[in-house]
């Protein structure tokens, strides 16, 4: 650990480690070993080690270009990592068992949505590639949970950013994943729209699933977080358990971190 | 249904779905299929040549030609708010959205290749008798061979930088077999020949397209996964 990262921890009073790993493997529902990612000669993600169980939210805050929307890819299993693996209740994401992506729902920068069909038909669409058969109760109740059942007859095109984004949302939660991957979840949203998003992630607190989200939201990820990791440079620079972390406390130290780094 | 065939189904229907809203390759196709058909019939001057010997040649590079113009689209709507994505991160095996693509771009393709035949046989004047449904089933194998490679390559090429403008170098190649048994069947055809007269060429159509799907269900995987 840096200097930097350990005054940091000192001064927040957070037990701090310089990677994500704190042997808590016993339960571990989301598991990540060595993981690394690279782009030609770019270094994405090297060599994270992550192990969370059932009920944990994580927040990973880090700068552009830090590797988080990477690590999150490689941990939905949409990108293949460099080296390392990534494990779901015990089972290893392989191309050729598809039955973790049962497990998994992610939200990312981009919605998965079909403009052109309307919320129920996308919602419908993706809960039979998922192989779900109780749609006609499930996709209500989704669109209830986030306020949309109002706009159930709408295009997707025709909905605001942040309806869809909510839109997204319901998709990623459909099947009812244990394990739940958000990628800047909060972007582009108003003040209203946050606050719809805020309460589903609430609920997504229910002791059962294991959550981790990426966002330069500082307020809203420290709110949520049981755990709270600073990426930088594809490393995870420091992390640690979420006591009642200050905003502005975090915020102060998080520059520290960021900056205490070459 | 098994869940294999409810997640080809719930493709399809997304595709065609999506299609009849957007009418966008179908219009694209149909239109040329239809000024292609127009231009071909004043290129020919038909007192020195009969139209029923180079009918079935125009009908397939219509076809080819036309069939690029939808088949290369195939991955455009899908790559909006990064859709295709999201299906490919779904337990629908790989091989399964292969096939589904396939098949909706077959339906497509297929609605098209019949417009293709029925211009020609207005313009050209075609009177195709006891051969027309033999005329329409080679049309559909040629369609199916063609779709499953297109829909291979197009996979391909939308991930490059040169995106559409590079399927044609890729598919073209592969076309061959298929152009020349297709066209070989179809002249006769057209020709008031015997169907069993053309029945080894119609069986290596089959197995044309038989061996694409096989292999574009074998390849796509490696194609579209990171």
């Known amino acids: 650990m840096t200097v930097g990262m350990s005054a940091a921890a000192d001064i927040?009073?957070?037990?701090?480690?310089?990677?994500?790993?704190?042997?808590?493997?016993?339960?571990?529902?989301?598991?990540?070993?060595?993981?690394?990612?690279?782009?030609g000669t770019v270094i994405a993600v090297d060599g994270i080690d992550l192990s969370m169980a059932e009920g944990e939210f994580l927040t990973i805050f880090g700068p552009n270009g830090a590797g988080k929307s990477t690590l999150l890819g490689m941990l939905a299993g949409a990108m293949r990592p460099t080296a390392g693996s990534v494990s779901v209740r015990g089972q290893a994401l392989s191309s050729s068992d598809t039955d973790w992506r049962h497990r998994i729902g992610?939200?990312?920068?981009?919605?998965?949505?079909?403009?052109r069909l309307t919320v129920e038909e996308n919602l419908r669409f993706y809960g039979k590639l998922f192989g779900l058969t109780d749609l006609d109760e499930r996709i209500p109740a989704r669109l209830e949970q986030v306020g949309l059942t109002r706009r159930i007859r709408f295009e997707a095109r025709q909905l605001s950013h942040g309806m869809r984004q909510?839109?997204?949302?319901?998709?990623?939660?459909?099947?009812?994943?244990?394990?739940?991957?958000?990628?800047?979840?909060y972007t582009g949203l108003d003040p209203s729209a946050a606050s719809v998003l805020r309460n589903v992630l609430d609920e997504l607190k229910?002791?059962?699933?294991?959550?981790?989200?990426?966002?330069?939201?500082?307020?809203?990820?420290?709110?949520?977080?049981?755990?709270?990791?600073?990426?930088?440079?594809?490393?995870?620079?420091?992390?640690?358990?979420?006591t009642g972390l200050g905003r502005q406390d975090f915020e102060r130290h998080y520059h520290d971190v960021v900056e205490g780094l070459p | 249904m098994s869940t294999y065939l409810t997640q080809v189904w719930a493709i399809v229907w997304k595709d065609l779905l999506l299609e009849i809203r957007s009418r966008e390759r179908i219009a694209a196709m149909g239109a040329f299929a239809v000024l292609a058909g127009v231009l071909f019939n004043f290129s020919i001057d038909t007192t020195t040549t009969r139209p029923e010997n180079v009918a079935a040649?125009?009908?397939?590079?219509?076809?080819?030609?036309?069939?690029?113009?939808?088949?290369?689209?195939?991955?455009?709507?899908?790559?909006?708010?990064?859709?295709?994505?999201?299906?490919l991160m779904s337990p629908a095996p790989k091989d399964a959205v292969f096939l589904a693509k396939t098949t909706a771009n077959f339906a497509l393709l297929y609605a098209v290749s019949l417009l293709v035949l029925g211009v020609f046989s207005l313009f050209f004047g075609l009177d195709l008798g006891q051969n027309l449904g033999w005329v329409v089933f080679v049309l559909g194998l040629g369609s199916l061979g063609f779709v499953a490679l297109g829909t291979l390559f197009a996979a391909v090429s939308v991930g490059t930088s040169m995106g559409e403008t590079l399927l044609p170098v890729?598919?073209?190649?592969?076309?061959?077999?298929?152009?020349?048994?297709?066209?070989?069947?179809?002249?006769r055809l057209i020709d008031g020949r015997p169907f069993n007269e053309v029945e080894g060429n119609v069986r290596m159509l089959g197995a044309f397209a038989l061996a694409a799907l096989a292999a574009g269900a074998v390849l796509f995987r490696f194609v579209v996964e990171d």
């Open chain 1, 166 to 185: 909510r839109l997204s949302l319901a998709r990623a939660l459909l099947h009812d994943p244990d394990v739940v991957l958000l990628d800047e979840p």
């Open chain 2, 170 to 187: 890729l598919v073209f190649p592969l076309l061959v077999p298929m152009v020349i048994y297709g066209v070989g069947t179809t002249t």
């Open chain 1, 106 to 115: 992610m939200l990312s920068h981009k919605g998965f949505l079909y403009g």
């Open chain 2, 57 to 87: 040649g125009l009908i397939w590079m219509t076809l080819v030609f036309g069939g690029l113009l939808g088949v290369g689209r195939t991955f455009h709507l899908e790559a909006q708010d990064g859709a295709f994505q999201g299906v």
């Open chain 1, 12 to 39: 927040l009073g957070v037990d701090g480690a310089d990677h994500l790993d704190l042997d808590r493997s016993g339960g571990a529902v989301l598991q990540a070993r060595g993981l690394c990612r690279e782009y």
């Open chain 1, 206 to 242: 229910d002791g059962r699933r294991t959550v981790v989200m990426v966002t330069h939201n500082l307020r809203e990820g420290l709110e949520m977080a049981t755990r709270v990791a600073v990426q930088v440079a594809g490393r995870f620079a420091w992390e640690g358990d979420n």
